[in-house]
T-cell receptor
Framework: GAVVSQHPSWVICKSGTSVKIECRSLDFQATTMFWYRQFPKQSLMLMATSNEGSKATYEQGVEKDKFLINHASLTLSTLTVTSAHPEDSSFYIC?????????????FGPGTRLLVL | AQKITQTQPGMFVQEKEAVTLDCTYDTSDPSYGLFWYKQPSSGEMIFLIYQGSYDQQNATEGRYSLNFQKARKSANLVISASQLGDSAMYFCAMREGLYSSASKIIFGSGTRLSIRP
C-alpha cells in the first residue's frame, strides 16, 4: 500500500529553537497533505491543510507564524515549529491524500514526537 | 459543536468476545465518509474500515464491520472474536465534502479498548 514517511521520528530541542518536520509520500503524489497534533491521551487535532504550490489553510486557533508549513512538491510537505516552547511538546502526524487514488484514500505518517526542554 | 462523538472513553472486553465501539456524527453535507482507525501505543494510525454516505451496504473488512445507521447518524465499529492484539485506542473519523479539494478528516475523542486474556 501507499506509504507516508516522517522525519525525524523523535526530536528533543531547547526552548526557543526551531524544529523542522518532513512529511513525504513515498510512492504516490499528494496534492494535499494534512498536519495533526496529538497531546497525550487526547485525539488528533487538525492543525492545517497543506496544498502543493499554495499557502496552507490553518484551522482556527493555530498560529500560522508559529507553525510554518511548506508544500513545495507533490511528495513533500514540511512543518516548522518556530521558537518552540515546552507547550509545543506533542506528537505531530502528517497525512496525505493520494491524488490518483480513491477519494477515501488518506494515508498517515508514523508521527514525530517533539519534546521541548 | 462536536461533529464526531465517541461516548466510551474506555472499554474492557474478554478475549474472543465481540465488541462494539460507538460513534455518532453530525453533518449537513450529503457527501461524506466515515472511518475507523486503530492507534497502538507506537502512535501509528492504522486504517481499519471505511463507509461512504452513499454506500447501501455496511462495510466489512475481515473481523471488522461498520454498523452504519444513516438516519440515526451512527457508525459503530464491531470487532468480532477479539484478540489481545486488538488492545489500542480506536478513533472514529469523518470526512465531509468528499469531492471538495478542501475535504479533511476530523477525529472523535477515541475509545481505549483493552482485551482481557
Amino acid at each position: 500500500g501507499a506509504v507516508v514517511s516522517q522525519h525525524p521520528s523523535w526530536v528533543i530541542c531547547k526552548s526557543g529553537t526551531s524544529v523542522k518536520i518532513e512529511c513525504r509520500s513515498l510512492d504516490f503524489q499528494a496534492t494535499t497533505m494534512f498536519w495533526y497534533r496529538q497531546f497525550p491521551k487526547q485525539s488528533l487535532m487538525l492543525m492545517a491543510t497543506s496544498n502543493e504550490g499554495s499557502k496552507a489553510t490553518y484551522e482556527q486557533g493555530v498560529e500560522k507564524d508559529k507553525f510554518l508549513i511548506n508544500h513545495a512538491s507533490l511528495t513533500l510537505s514540511t512543518l516548522t515549529v518556530t521558537s518552540a516552547h515546552p507547550e509545543d511538546s506533542s506528537f505531530y502526524i502528517c497525512s496525505a491524500i493520494n491524488s490518483g487514488g480513491a477519494l477515501e484514500t488518506q494515508y498517515f505518517g508514523p508521527g514525530t514526537r517533539l519534546l521541548v526542554l | 459543536a462536536q461533529k464526531i462523538t465517541q461516548t466510551q472513553p474506555g472499554m474492557f472486553v474478554q478475549e474472543k468476545e465481540a465488541v462494539t465501539l460507538d460513534c455518532t456524527y453530525d453533518t449537513s453535507d450529503p457527501s461524506y465518509g466515515l472511518f475507523w482507525y486503530k492507534q497502538p501505543s507506537s502512535g501509528e494510525m492504522i486504517f481499519l474500515i471505511y463507509q461512504g454516505s452513499y454506500d447501501q451496504q455496511n462495510a466489512t473488512e475481515g473481523r471488522y464491520s461498520l454498523n452504519f445507521q444513516k438516519a440515526r447518524k451512527s457508525a459503530n465499529l464491531v470487532i468480532s472474536a477479539s484478540q489481545l492484539g486488538d488492545s489500542a485506542m480506536y478513533f472514529c473519523a469523518m470526512r465531509e465534502g468528499l469531492y471538495s479539494s478542501a475535504s479533511k478528516i476530523i477525529f472523535g475523542s477515541g475509545t481505549r479498548l483493552s482485551i482481557r486474556p
